[in-house]
Structures are given as C-alpha cells and as structure tokens.
C-alpha cells in the first residue's frame, strides 16, 4: 500500500532496508550506547556527590558544589567538549595527554561531567522531597549523619530521583550526536558518512531515527519496570504507556492492585 | 468570510497554474538555443544565492572578526555576477556533506564551494568547472616525520579529512587497493578546521584537503606544517547548478567565459597565488 506513494515521494525503502544493519551504521550505534552509558554513570556519581555537597551544612562545600552547578549548567555541552578535546591539550602540551585522550574518552567525561551538573539538581530535589522529620528520627535512633542519609533518606529520594534520570538518559543517547564535531563517529555521524557519498540523505537519517528510538524504546520498558519495583508501599503502581500498552495487548488490567 | 477564503484559494491555484504553464513556456524557449545567454533568469528576491562550506582558506572564509565571506571562489563569484548584473550572497551550508541535497532542495540558487567534479557529485546535480584540478594537499608536522612522499605511505597511518569531500573517497579507495594490507586509519570531521587542528595537536599523522587549501593551513601554521609531495589524483571545482535550471547554467558558463575573456579570471587567480591552476579541459 505505502510502497508506491514513497516512490513517488523519492523515497527509497530499500535504501534504508540495506543500511539498517550496515557496519558503519551498526559500529556507530554501540559507540552512542557506550558513551551514553558511561556518561550517565560519570553523570550520576557526581551528581549524587555534588548533591551531597549542596545540602550539607559545611559553607565551602556549598559553594564548590554550587559554583560547579553554575558553571556546567550555563554553559553550552558542545563548548565543554571542544575546551576538553581541543583546547585542554593545546594548554597541557604534553603528547601523551592529548594522544590518550581520544574523541571517545572526550566525549564520555565532557557529557559525563555536564550531566552531573543536572543530576546534582535532580539529587538535591529528591532528598528535598524526603521530610525532614525523617532525618531526625532516623538520629534519634543513633545513626550518624551519613548513615541516616544512606539507610533512610536517599532510598525514599530515589522514587523522585529516577523518573528525571530516565529523562536524562533518554537526552543523552540523543545529545551524544554533537560528538561528531570532534570526529567521534557515532550513529548521527555514520549516517552523515554514508550519505556523503550515496546522497540518500532522508534514508540514512532515519536509519539513525530507527535506531534511536529502538533504544529508547528498550531504555523506557525497563525505566517502567525499575519504576514499579520502586513504587514498594504505594497503593497503585505506577505504569508508563509502554507497559500499559503491553499489558493492553496482552488482555491485563492497566493498573495492578499491591497485594 | 468563507466566500472570500474560497476566492483567494480559486486565486491561488490559478497562480500556480500561471507558474506552472510560465515554466514550461520557459523551457520550450530553451529549445531554440541561441538568444542572450549573459541574460539569466529570473531569480527569487532578485539574488543569487550560493551555499557554501565558509571554512575552507583561501577558497573561501570569513575575514577574520567578520561576517564577510571572502576568498577565491567569492571573486570569482562576483565576477560572474557581475557580468550577469545581478546581487549575489554567500550563504553557510548547514553541513558540507548534504549541500548536494541543499541544492537540489533549491535552499540555494547554486553551490560553491571547492566542489571537486565527481560522477557521482554529476549524476545529481550539474556542475560547470571553472577552477583546477588542484590537486590533493598532504598535510604533515613540519620535517615530515612518518616520510610520507607517496600514496602508499599512507598505509597503516591515522589520516584526518573533512567529511564529504573527495579525500576520503580517494582514502576509501586506498583502502581496498595500495593499502588493502595495512589500512590508513580514517578520521573524519565535519569542518576542515578541526582536522587541521587535530594534526597540530598529533592526534593523527597527515590531513588530506585540496592543493591550496593545505598549503594555506601551512602558511598559517607559523611552520609547525607543511605540505608533503602530492601526486594524488583530483578533479577541478566546479559550480553546482540543479539540472532543472539550464537558464541559470548557460548565463553562469557565458559569464564564466567572459571573464575569462576580460581577463579578470586571471588576475583573480593571481590575487589568490593560484594563477597555475586555472581550469584547462
């Protein structure tokens, strides 16, 4: 039915059929999950840190935390990275830095760190969320300060925390594209490769289109079911539209009652 | 109100009815040959409009602390327009790899832009020669360190070029032939610049660009680079104007011969430092 309106349309079905698994386009999409990945996680760990920082009572410590905030979060990621990639080495001048840090490595620690400058807030707002009757209760049972953020409030911060994270990843995978300005090729870049000298330009993009939303596809399935084992306590579970639509499909209720 | 919406909708489509037998008037007109062919059609907002890659010294870049496109491939453009007595503007492509695309888009009347004449490039759009060959550029740390002074040297090594253009084709071709045993480990950035920059910082041995475009990067690099032996093939630049606009293609070729004529074309070569390259068949 459709086939005949794309040819019309200059539109080359097959086109996109033989460069979906093609090696350049497949090598490119495992390089955007690994930076992506990484990066979250580099995103994360600081984020977690940074967060601590901002709420603890110690002044200078705000102030680190919140001046790297300030500087990250108000400054575009693109620019970060060409400072770290380009700029770095020409003031470092040492051959050794600049040969081991690669457009990969570059890449993952420039959206590494940006993104901790988002998760720093998404932390900070979540153990926000937490009652401060809580921390209290939990010293007044005897733990110490770091020990009562661990056990009782950081548990009850991460129903908040997740959600915005997923959020985050999701714009990772995406934003990860901009690597190509230093010459990583990732999935945009492979399918900017290819129609470089095939000229099918709107084919390979939504190649790459394809590929992206496999993965955030697959990444939101699993946020949804990270979500409802988080949810512990809540008298409905929450569902994302994936998961309802699976159970849709699949003749469930759309909300499940905790047992 | 919904009387006149209806007007003004018959009013349209009359319009582009009127546009579309005016087209076909226009190509029939084609047909006869001869008539002014300096005389160029008619142009969208009375411009000619030509996209371009503005980061590829001396062909063509923004002086510097300007937004003023300068270089070899805008004088020779405003020569051209000039003979053909209209306005024209250099416009940034969005990215060197899709101006083919952009092109044939009609985002731009034509494309400039150190376009090396390729089949492939022709099978797309048209692209009338006016410059080179000029010949692949071999940029390397100044003292040649990897003693590169032939294609083959390249084998096995890191090699930067900008993506889309004719360096990476001939690097790809390497790669199943002379280097088929110890492939070059292609790098490719979108911009020139950024290749150019990673050889200053030695992430990669050699960058591939046009003949004058590497012996400018040289000439700016206060003697850190230089242009190793060429011998690589190439092909001349060359003005892309969309096959469905032969008006526009026969007024830019006379122009192109005009200016040649004149002797204009001569002396801008000669303001580039390019006056050996000038186009020959």
Not at chain 1, 95 to 111: K, P, S, Y
Not at chain 2, 87 to 107: C, H, Y
Request: proline share 4%; hydrophobic share 45%.
């Amino acid at each position: 039915m459709l086939e005949p309106l794309l040819l019309a349309l200059d539109f080359r079905t097959d086109v996109v059929r033989r460069f979906l698994f093609d090696d350049v386009i497949v090598e490119g999409a495992w390089v955007t999950i690994q930076v992506a990945v990484l990066a979250q996680i580099i995103g994360i760990s600081l984020g977690l840190g940074f967060a601590l920082m901002l709420v603890s009572r110690s002044r200078p410590l705000n102030v680190i935390a919140g001046f790297y905030v300030w500087f990250f979060r108000g400054t575009p990621v693109l620019l970060q990275l060409l400072i770290l990639y380009i700029g770095l080495p020409q003031m470092v001048d040492d051959q050794t830095f600049t040969n081991e840090l690669t457009a990969f490595r570059a890449a993952i620690i420039a959206f590494g760190i940006n993104e901790g400058a988002y998760m720093t807030e998404i932390v900070r707002a979540g153990i926000l969320s937490v009652e401060s009757g809580q921390m209290d209760a939990a010293k007044s049972l005897g733990m110490r300060q770091m020990q009562a953020m661990r056990r009782i409030v950081l548990p009850q911060a991460s129903r908040v925390v997740v959600p915005p994270t997923g959020n985050e990843f999701i714009a990772m995978l995406k934003n990860s594209s901009i690597a190509f300005t230093i010459g990583l090729v990732e999935l945009t870049g492979a399918a900017r490769l290819i129609y470089s000298v095939n000229f099918r330009y709107l084919e390979l993009l939504v190649v790459a289109a394809l590929w992206y939303l496999a993965f955030t596809t697959v990444f939101s399935i699993l946020q949804g079911e990270v979500e409802r084992r988080l949810a512990f306590g809540d008298r409905e579970r929450p569902t994302t539209f994936i998961s309802r639509t699976i159970e849709l499909l699949s003749g469930k209720r759309g909300t499940e009652m905790v047992k | 109100m919904k009387g006149s919406r209806n007007w003004s909708l018959l009013l349209a489509l009359a319009a582009v009815f009127a546009l579309v037998l005016f087209a076909a008037c226009g190509d029939d007109d084609d047909d006869d040959g001869g008539g002014d062919a300096l005389n160029p059609p008619e142009l969208d907002d009375g411009k000619l409009t030509v996209g371009s890659d503005i980061a590829y010294p001396p062909i063509e870049y923004y002086e510097e602390g300007t937004q003023n496109a300068v270089g070899l491939d805008v004088d020779i453009m405003a020569a051209l327009a000039e003979e053909l007595g209209v306005e024209f503007e250099f416009i940034q492509v969005a990215d060197f790899a899709g101006i083919v695309g952009d092109l044939k888009a009609s985002r731009y009347d034509v494309v400039m832009s150190a376009i090396s004449v390729t089949s492939e490039r022709e099978a797309e759009i048209d692209l009338i020669p006016y410059f080179g060959p000029a010949g692949t550029g071999v940029l390397v740390p100044a003292g040649n360190p990897e003693a590169i002074d032939s294609v083959e040297d390249l084998c096995g090594l890191t090699v930067g070029a900008q993506v889309g253009t004719v360096q990476v084709d001939y690097m790809t071709e390497f790669n199943e032939n002379e280097c088929a045993d110890n492939p070059i480990d292609i790098k490719t950035y979108p911009d020139n610049p950024t290749s150019v920059q990673e050889l200053t910082l030695g992430r990669i041995d050699a960058q591939l660009s046009d003949d004058p475009v590497a012996a400018y990067a040289a000439l700016q690099s206060n003697g850190e680079l230089i242009v190793a032996s060429t011998g690589f093939d190439s092909a001349p630049y060359g003005i892309g104007v969309r096959k469905d606009s032969p008006e526009l293609k026969m007024a830019l070729e006379a122009a192109l011969a005009a200016i040649i004529e004149n002797g204009t074309y001569d002396s801008i070569l000669e303001k580039w430092g390019q006056e050996d390259l000038a186009y020959s068949e």
